[in-house]
């Protein structure tokens, strides 16, 4: 399902803003059926009927309904358009997309750098399948200077695994800088880019070699989707994504495909929603007696805004927040005590979330107090901040 965006025989790729590219990005994609209509073509097949003989060993097409066919093609060709991407990989979830580039550029021997922050089930393949299979991991603060990451990695190291903001605890990382440092030593960066969701900041612009997404995060936005991509523009690792792809047996169905293009033609539209709504409870809870620090790189207040400021074009609605020492009951009494917000680890969806953090950490402890992670939704902040308030006072007594 990688697909170039931009090679000769593709169709004009559309100009204007990126959400007007967005909107139009793959359009008459079922232009060959019997009517043309604004999305692609659902095709639901395992076998793929070839023109010739010769075209069964055609590797730039599709031979097998697994490979993807129209709506997959369609999609990729969009997150290119998002991304600012010559290819684009599918996969079922994000984190296969992450384990899938993973495992598609390492080999036994080889050593990766994994920002302390990262999410906790890659930090589980890390410790588990690539230990394993030979790859060692080496965690470095999720605070860290570029220059210190790169004294950390030893004449072995192959990636530097990104992931900023992390999406628990928010650290930031000078992600141009280390970019441009690793290509310089030769060691190749892979960055988990959902929290911007290829739409407040463009890995691959800023010299990232490979750029991942949970897309059943933002991009499909309905909580109802699971998929993920990666995207480059360097056209081997295209090839060992592909191959890894096929070897490894991934596949990403039409419907889930058709429902992540639907996501992200409103992506625009609902993100900088989310944004606006996240903003106006980030800054409700700054004022909160029980706040010990808002975690929200969108904020003057936060320790990483300068970074934000320079490098993003926008925020997204997941923030954490860090309340005063209190007993745990009293946390769970909060929680508990939410009307508005559902308890749940996703984000990014319509409905607003909210779930107790509670970091693993291998060179950076976690010494904070409770540590609450909010995704903000589409309902009115108004209506959030009530039932914020209301829950909070259950605290108090």
């Given amino acids: 399902m990688a697909y170039p965006s931009n090679d000769p025989g593709e169709p004009e790729r559309p100009v204007g803003s990126l959400e007007t590219r967005i909107v139009h990005a793959a359009a008459g994609a079922g232009a060959s059926l019997p009517a043309e ?6 095709q639901k097949a395992s076998t793929v009927l070839l023109p010739n ?19 997959q093609m369609a999609l990729s060709q969009a997150l290119c358009e998002l991304e600012n991407a010559r290819f684009c990989q599918l996969y079922g979830s ?19 750098l994994v920002t302390d922050g990262v999410y906790q089930p890659v930090r589980r393949f890390c410790g588990g399948l690539l230990r394993r299979f030979g790859v060692r991991t080496i965690f470095y ?71 991942a997404q949970a897309l059943t995060k933002y991009v499909c936005g309905h909580s109802d989707v699971f998929l993920g991509s990666v995207c480059v523009n360097d056209p081997a690792l295209e090839t060992q994504l592909r191959q890894t792809m096929i070897d490894a047996g991934f596949a990403v169905t039409g419907e889930d495909a058709y ?51 320079r490098d993003y074009d926008r925020a997204c609605g997941l923030f954490g ?21 559902g308890l749940g680890f996703s984000w990014g969806g319509f ?45 108090r007594d």
């Fill in 94 to 112: 994000g984190l296969a997309a992450l384990t899938g580039a993973l495992m598609s550029v390492l080999k036994s021997g080889d050593v990766i």
């Fill in 259 to 309: 429902q992540g293009l639907r996501g992200l033609r409103t992506l625009p539209t609902r993100f900088d929603r989310h944004a606006a709504s996240a903003l106006e409870v980030a800054r409700w809870f700054l004022q909160q007696p029980e706040t010990a620090r808002v975690l929200y790189p969108a904020l003057p207040e936060d320790r990483f805004h300068g970074l934000w400021k």
């Fill in 321 to 341: 927040v860090e309340l005063k020492p209190m007993p745990p009951a009293r946390v769970e009494r909060f929680l508990d005590g939410l009307r508005l917000f």
């Fill in 37 to 42: 209509t604004v999305g692609p073509a659902i």
């Fill in 141 to 211: 603060p999720a605070d860290a200077t570029p220059d210190a990451i790169l004294a950390l990695a030893p004449p072995e190291a192959r990636l530097i695994l990104i992931e900023s903001p992390a999406s628990q605890t928010f650290e930031m990382t000078d992600t141009p800088t280390l970019a441009r440092l690793a290509r310089d030593r030769g060691i190749l960066t892979l960055m988990d880019n959902t929290w911007a969701a290829g739409f407040a900041f463009r890995p691959l612009d800023h010299g990232v070699d490979m750029s």
């Fill in 351 to 395: 409905e607003s979330l909210a779930t107790l953090s509670r970091p693993t950490r291998t060179a950076s402890p976690w010494t904070g107090g409770p540590l609450v992670r909010f995704s903000i939704g589409l309902e009115s902040p108004g209506d959030l901040i009530a039932d914020l308030d209301q829950a909070l006072s259950q605290t």
């Fill in 53 to 71: 003989t010769a075209a069964l060993f055609d590797s730039s097409k599709p031979t097998y309904g697994r490979q993807g066919l129209a709506s």
